[in-house]
């Protein structure tokens, strides 16, 4: 079992910064391709940016510029730190892992084996 804990959520207002952690436990192996997706409410989880082992990033349209996906392989963690937030951006983020090879673009919320519980950003206009 692989265990993904998220962590730095808040609360803050537009055009602040914020950075968020997810550290990943458990059977985990290499290679290992990390994502975040965001859900505001409604239905839909969108995906926001992901970085892959050999650290190619991708990103949303709506936060390139503004976001950054980074990774530490020794802490098994990625970061996502997000700057010029506003209140579009509100929701909940969640962080997933593929292991092994990728069989589908990691855009795609059917490209990961395991989500975290997902952390709360709530940016105020």
């Known amino acids: 079992q692989v265990q993904l804990v998220e962590s730095g959520g808040g609360l803050v207002q537009a055009g602040d910064s914020l950075r968020l952690s997810c550290a990943a436990s458990?059977?985990?192996?290499?290679?290992?391709?990390m994502g975040w997706f965001r859900q505001a409410p409604g239905p839909e989880r969108e995906f926001v940016a992901a970085?892959?082992?050999?650290?190619?990033?991708y990103y949303a349209d709506f936060v390139k510029g503004r976001f950054t996906i980074s990774r530490d392989n020794a802490k098994k963690t990625v970061y996502l730190q997000m700057n010029s937030l506003n209140a579009e951006d509100t929701g909940v983020y969640y962080c997933?892992?593929?292991?092994?090879?990728?069989?589908?673009?990691?855009?795609?919320?059917?490209?990961?084996?395991?989500w975290g519980q997902g952390t709360q950003v709530t940016v105020s206009s």
């Open positions: 997933a892992i593929r292991m092994g090879p990728l069989l589908t673009t990691v855009t795609t919320m059917s490209a990961y084996d395991y």
């Open positions: 458990g059977r985990t192996f290499s290679p290992y391709h």
């Open positions: 970085i892959t082992w050999t650290d190619n990033a």
